[in-house]
């Protein structure tokens, strides 16, 4: 039996439907995601989540799971990742190959950063199995590989001193920010465009979030004297959006990057918006459950299944970027492409499901 | 070889019908070196439009210039350009300016459309102080069939703002490819960069006209070219007529009026 419908599931779900419309530029429905009218996005969500989701694996505190059967299954975890990865970049680059050729359009081939694939194919074949080298919209598994690869320290440090996973975490972040260090790619110069150094702290706000006890535990205990702060910071941050108060990066001090508001470094900005925002909107989700029940129920189920969903999600936005091409987008192919690809969303987690089910009944 | 030649030729003639009133050197300015031979054709000459007065500035106060590559593909490989394609104008410039440190700043996201990369220029370009921001701009945006005014509106307030903050800016065109020639929408985003570009005098490259004459040629001379080698020629001509486009800029004088018809 897969588990029960929860708020966590169904956020994520949430995310991984928002993520697969943002990745199709263009598309009509892309107007109506959250990003519009905040300052942070799926993406933080998405990573968010993937933290709380790691005290399923670290056990409770009362009963933890052995330390080398942590780092057994965090890096099992962290190879299957990887796998998804290499699985859906290569897909992603025959469909680009194969469009090109269907349409007649070299132009394809040079789509979402996948020029060098086939201009360079020596040193980026190398580059993509680094993870060095990553496909436009195709940028967030590398970081959910490198933040999976580090859990087992993370689950370290807060079993053996837990107050200190979180200013070790902010300072590596504010170190990142400050100095601004990134990742560099290869061979197409550049940087990761989630820099694991700061998005680690997202990572690690969500793992002690969902613990009972330390930070995890103060929020609960005040969360809703914590929503009455959030909520003027949400409201600030959609007026920011919404009348482009965006902080004048050749204006403001050094170190420019704790002013600004920029997705690479999830700077401050973006990062006190998105806990303001999670703050005050799962005070909403008992309420959706009621109002409209068999959408929790669904994504909930895209939740439970997120690598499926995600995997899916990336290969079908890549396909509907290249139909919207090909039939010239609108509304009308906007809300087919859309429609269908949610429906398939559902279809590959409703699949897992049922694999699952078929394994252990036999 | 003879191909080679013929690319370039094609590309250098049409730079040189694309560039506005041939812009004199200035006695004060340095001797810009030749195109290399595979870019070279006799009479052409790489012009910039608008003068480049936040560079120049940079050039004469602090001796570095900080250059910002965004857009779609601006980071793109190409096999003869050792270094890729921002390599060749980093290494022009400072071999034409002796003691001048070229810095580039490779930001590109492919892919992203003209109005997503509005508000990451911006921090971008304050996070490099950059001078300077060469914009490879329109490919995602005619193939994502965004409306040609959402991106004219996207693309002018960028070039707008960066104006306003005294950094100088060059939009890097459309590619021309068989399949896109009779494209509307695709030769309307061509026309929206070429019309905010004269608006706003600042410098466009267009890869666009140049490879629509190899291809002209191609047929006209009856040798066979596949697109990759249009477009590796292209790229490696564009690269070094940016630079010099860049290097002209330095020394050119605001236009009085507004420029001439684009050809």
Not at chain 1, 112 to 122: E, L, S, T
Not at chain 2, 114 to 124: F, G, L, V
Not at chain 2, 126 to 131: F, P
């Amino acid at each position: 039996m897969p588990r029960a419908v929860n708020a966590v599931d169904f956020w994520r779900g949430f995310a991984l439907v928002s993520i697969f419309i943002n990745h199709i530029p263009g598309v009509f429905y892309e107007r109506f995601t959250h990003r519009n009218l905040s300052l942070s996005d799926s993406a933080e969500l998405f990573v968010f989540l993937a933290g709380w989701s790691l005290r399923h694996v670290v056990g409770r505190p009362e009963d933890p799971a052995p330390t080398h059967n942590l780092i057994y299954r965090l890096s099992g975890r962290a190879l299957t990742l990887y796998a998804a990865h290499m699985t859906i970049v290569m897909l992603a680059i025959a469909m680009l190959a194969a469009a090109a050729r269907i349409l007649e359009n070299p132009l394809i081939l040079e789509w979402n950063n996948a020029a060098a694939v086939f201009n360079d194919p020596v040193d980026t074949h190398i580059g993509l199995v680094l993870l060095s080298h990553q496909l436009g919209y195709f940028d967030i598994l590398p970081l959910y590989v490198v933040l999976m690869l580090v859990a087992p320290l993370i689950a370290i440090i807060h079993r053996q001193a837990p107050n200190w996973l979180v200013p070790v975490s902010l300072a590596i972040y504010l170190s990142a920010l400050v100095f601004q260090i990134t990742i560099p790619t290869w061979p197409t110069e550049g940087q990761w465009f989630f820099n694991p150094l700061c998005w680690q702290l997202v990572f690690v706000l969500g793992f002690t979030a969902s613990r009972e006890r330390g930070p995890g535990g103060w929020v609960r205990a005040n969360i809703s004297r914590i929503r009455l702060v959030a909520l003027p910071i949400v409201i600030l941050g959609t007026l920011m959006v919404w009348f482009r108060w965006w902080p004048d990066a050749t204006r403001v001090p050094e170190p420019k990057l704790l002013f600004i508001a920029g997705k690479t470094f999830v700077t401050p900005l973006r990062l006190i918006q998105f806990l303001a925002l999670i703050a005050v909107f799962s005070a909403l989700y008992p309420l959706i459950v009621k109002a409209l029940p068999r959408l929790v129920d669904f994504l909930s189920m895209l939740g439970r299944n997120s690598l499926q969903v995600f995997c899916t999600a990336s290969v079908l936005s890549l396909a509907g970027q290249i139909l919207r091409f090909y039939f010239r987008g609108g509304f009308v192919v906007d809300t087919i492409l859309v429609g269908t690809g949610i429906i398939l969303l559902g279809l590959a987690a409703w699949l897992s499901e049922w694999r699952d089910r078929t394994q252990k009944a036999s | 070889m003879r191909r080679v030649g013929t690319i370039a030729a094609a590309i250098a003639i049409v730079v040189t019908v694309l560039a506005s009133p041939a812009l004199t050197q200035q006695q004060s300015g340095p001797v810009l070196a030749p195109v290399p031979k595979a870019c070279e054709a006799p009479g052409a000459q790489v012009i910039a439009d608008s003068p480049l007065p936040n560079v120049a500035i940079a050039l004469k106060d602090r001796k570095k210039i900080n250059i910002l590559a965004i857009g779609a593909t601006s980071a793109s490989l190409r096999g003869p350009v050792s270094g890729g394609y921002f390599a060749v104008v980093e290494r022009y410039l400072e071999a034409a300016f002796k003691g001048l440190d070229v810095q580039v700043v490779h930001r590109g996201v492919s892919g992203e459309l003209a109005a997503d990369a509005a508000e990451r220029i911006k921090t971008e370009a304050g996070l490099a102080n950059a001078d300077l921001v060469l914009w490879q701009l329109g490919t995602s945006d005619a193939l994502a069939q965004v409306p040609v005014a959402d991106f004219f509106v996207a693309v002018t307030d960028t070039v707008t703002w960066l104006k306003d903050h005294k950094i100088d800016v060059i939009l890097v065109g459309l590619r021309y490819t068989r399949s896109m020639a009779q494209d509307l929408h695709y030769q309307a985003i061509r026309t929206a960069i070429k019309e905010i570009a004269k608006k706003e005098h600042v410098l466009r490259i267009s890869r666009y006209e140049a490879e629509e004459v190899l291809e002209g040629l191609r047929r006209e001379q009856g040798v066979p070219m596949s697109e990759a080698e249009i477009t590796d020629a292209s790229y490696v001509c564009m690269a070094e007529y940016l630079a010099r486009a860049i290097a002209a800029g330095l020394f050119a004088k605001e236009p009085k009026s507004p420029l001439p018809k684009d050809k």
